[in-house]
């Protein structure tokens, strides 16, 4: 198995520019999400999704969107990418999506690491 | 809101010694509570957790951590530190049924 898998690793945009960072997972995981981290604050929760068909807002969702049309993919979309967004991305998952549950730890994706001049 | 607070920046310690990374919270309820590590350039990876039960939690790696209700804490032990040990290590805490909240992050730092 992959586990999850995140593309690209790194991309640099310009100011205003659109892109997609892919997130895929091959253990059927019900739970999806994206994490950003940044230097002193940790990893902020930007959308995350219990199933296909269903998303939800974390706590930094402005900016982005996402859909989930299958079990396995989860994109997350920079519609106008800005200086802010540079950041690291993590795509993480979950068999469960109770996280305090016996099948609920997280699986992380390796991060995609995006500039935005 | 749920909350973890990780007052260390960094931890220095000498291999072969214990080591503990501190973690704090706050919660309206029960708490649920994660600790994970993250080496270099990868994602996260699951340590362990405190669900219900023993205060003592036994996880991955020969870690363990403490509950204490009344000092509301998570702290992470080790008994004796490994230099492949450092890397960031990071709290969190279940502040929905599916979202979690994480510390900023400690960086440990184990010398030969």
């Known amino acids: 198995n992959a586990g999850v898998t995140q593309t690209p690793k790194f991309q640099v945009l310009k100011t205003g520019q659109s892109m997609t960072l892919q997130c895929a997972q091959d253990?059927?995981?019900?739970?999806m999400s994206w994490y950003r981290q940044d230097p002193g604050m940790g990893l902020r929760l930007i959308h995350y999704?219990?199933?296909?068909?269903?998303?939800d807002q974390g706590e930094v969702p402005n900016g982005y969107n996402v859909s989930r049309s299958t079990t396995e993919d989860f994109p997350l979309r920079l519609l106008s990418a800005a200086p802010s967004q540079t950041s690291v991305y993590f795509c993480a998952s979950s068999y469960s999506a109770d996280l305090k549950s016996n099948n609920s730890p997280l699986h992380f994706g390796n991060g995609t690491r995006l500039t935005v001049t | 809101a749920q909350s973890v607070a990780q007052p260390e920046d960094q931890v220095n310690v000498a291999e072969g010694n214990p080591l503990t990374v501190k973690c704090t919270y706050s919660?309206?309820?029960?708490?649920?509570l994660f600790w994970y590590v993250q080496y270099p350039n990868r994602g996260l990876q699951f340590l362990l957790k405190?669900?219900?039960?023993?205060?003592l939690v036994k996880g991955s790696y020969g870690f363990e951590a403490e509950f204490n209700k009344s000092q509301t804490s998570f702290h992470l032990k080790k008994p004796s530190a490994l230099v492949s040990d450092s890397a960031l290590y990071f709290c969190?805490?279940?502040?929905?049924?599916?979202?979690?909240?994480f510390g900023k992050g400690t960086m440990l730092l184990v010398s030969p």
């Open positions: 405190y669900i219900t039960g023993d205060n």
């Open positions: 253990m059927n995981h019900e739970y």
């Open positions: 999704s219990v199933g296909a068909g269903i998303t």
């Open positions: 919660v309206s309820g029960n708490p649920y």
């Open positions: 969190a805490v279940r502040s929905g049924y599916s979202t979690l909240t």
